[in-house]
């Protein structure tokens, strides 16, 4: 569902992606982890038609990503790490907006909306998007692209400005999208998210993909420790003697 050849992404003389090959298959929920500035935002960007890359491949639904921009983008659902709304429209408004700009089947999309309001509390349809806070932003926005039910669901650090119920609830919700056939890709910077969230984890620094697998294939591909957190710091080259000392001198 999710594939690349060698993709890679430089912003002059900085390499923000390296060669990167991903093959991701239906069903899966893949976890792209790496610590600030790693380069899993661009590799996002990229894999959902936001910005071009320098140079590689990318293929989606198995189509290649230039030659079915628009095809590509009807079928796939994106929730950035910015969630950009218009402040001037209500909730309900904006619902109505992505109802009419996708082609979706209203009744089916409604019904699957309320059902995650309803269990993600968003009660504020009648307010105006710009007196949101980021959280609340964050569930509409993953209410409305969960409502089209996308075959690809690409989410950004989804679970940032999240409550710890609402973040709990976001994972059952992609757990049955994932059951239901969706691919998932999400980044993010929080070890015990991937841990508990994905089944299958990319481990992205300073643009290369440095492990890939299953916890346990992390675990006998070098990095060291029981959970996710050590195997991380120690691929990612971070040790705790460093940590403590910068965070001393703090
Ligand atoms: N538009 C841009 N122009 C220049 N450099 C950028 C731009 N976007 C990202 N970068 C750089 O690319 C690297 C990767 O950034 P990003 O993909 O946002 O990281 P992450 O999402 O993993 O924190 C960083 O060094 C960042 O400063
Ligand atoms: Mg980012």
Partial sequence: MIRTRNLTKKFAEKIAVNNLNLQIDAGEIYGFLGPNGAGKTTTIKMLTGILYPTSGEISIMGKNIRKHELEIKRAIGVVPDEPRMYHDLRGKEFVSFIMDIYDVDR???????????????????DEFIGEYSHGMSQKLMVATVLMRKPKVLFLDEPTVGLDARSARVLKMLLRK?????????????????????CERIGIINEGDLIAEGTLDELRASGGKGEHLEDIFLSLTGANDEEMKEIVEGL
């Fill in 177 to 197: 999208y994932a059951d239901e056939g969706s691919t998932i890709f999400m980044t993010t910077h929080i070890l015990e998210i991937a841990e508990k969230m």
């Fill in 107 to 125: 009744e089916e999309a409604k019904k699957r909306f309320d059902e995650i309001c309803d269990v993600f509390d968003i009660d504020y349809l």
